[in-house]
């Protein structure tokens, strides 16, 4: 049976089958963390940069922008003259009140992000969303092309930004309760699956996680998660080797068109970026981990 799944689906099918958790989802959000960071699950080194006061246009690169969302200690800013109505209102949907929180500071940390690249007040961008729910930069300001995409997980987030490329990225709190070959034997390509059974046990739940985020990163960059069962195209597994489309059913060329990328966030985390042509210079960007900048507070 082919199992057609929208982009976010991993996650909800983990948290379901671990608890029922929730996140906050499609979301979006950037910058914190501290210092660098080594160790790709491709196993190149990767140095998270401390950001510069400013930023030029990603024309030439994909920029990756690491935020923890749960490391604010500041007051909660008043968000009212910053999110648009339709984001406040979904802000007031939530539950669980660190839901709530998580969702607010992305939002807002993603508009400062943008606004910086497109030299326009945070409250100033403004969204399109696709048929498929994929939120884009709209009108005049996507003259530029500028692309991102977001994605978090427990309380830890990535954006990633580029221009006149498509992008995607994903990140997963790896959790042990997971029954992961079960979620594997139903959404997951053959291939997968007789890539994760030969892996140690030891290794095969951070496997799991690395092969789900690649596979959520390419469904999120084409944009058309829908057209593409799980089950017909093939992505590695292996978390500490690299990260490769192997192969999309009905289109051979899909492997040399879309490029995958490991992310490492840190100890219990995956993450996986996916963008379209052949490998580019990627930033890996991050703020000193300190309260949201003093002209959004």
């Not at 499609?26 to 210092?35: A, L």
Request: glycine share 8%; aromatic share 8%.
């Amino acid at each position: 049976m082919q199992n057609r799944v929208a982009p976010g689906a991993a996650a909800c099918a983990c948290d379901a089958a671990e608890r029922g958790d929730s996140d906050a989802g499609y979301v979006v959000r950037v910058m914190q963390g501290v210092g660098e960071m080594a160790g790709q699950m491709s196993g190149a080194a990767v140095t998270w940069k401390t950001a510069p006061a400013s930023v030029d246009f990603p024309s030439d690169r994909i920029d990756i922008w690491r935020v923890c969302l749960d490391s604010f200690e500041s007051p909660e800013p008043d968000f009212s003259g910053i999110l648009s109505p339709d984001e406040v209102a979904r802000a007031s949907r939530f539950h669980f009140e660190n839901d709530r929180r998580r969702f607010v500071r992305c939002r807002i940390a993603l508009r400062t992000l943008l606004g910086s690249y497109l030299d326009v007040p945070p409250a100033g961008i403004r969204f399109r969303y696709g048929s498929n729910g994929k939120p884009e930069i709209a009108g005049l300001q996507d003259s530029c092309g500028l692309r991102f995409n977001v994605s978090n997980s427990r309380g830890l987030a990535l954006i990633a930004v580029s221009s006149g490329r498509a992008i995607g990225v994903d990140i997963e709190k790896v959790r042990p309760k997971v029954e992961s070959l079960d979620i594997a034997r139903r959404f997951f390509s053959a291939r997968e699956i007789e890539a994760l059974l030969a892996l140690g046990e030891n290794k095969r739940q951070e496997a799991f996680f690395a092969c789900w985020t690649r596979k959520e990163a390419f469904l999120k960059s084409t944009g058309d998660g829908l057209t593409y069962p799980l089950s017909e195209f093939s992505v590695s597994v292996d978390p500490d080797g690299p990260a490769e489309l192997w192969e999309v059913k009905g289109n051979p060329n899909a492997v040399t068109h879309w490029s995958l990328e490991s992310v490492r966030q840190g100890a219990g985390y995956m993450g996986a970026l996916a963008y379209e042509g052949p490998a580019c210079r990627v930033e890996w960007l991050c703020r000193a981990d300190c309260p949201l900048p003093d002209h959004i507070v």
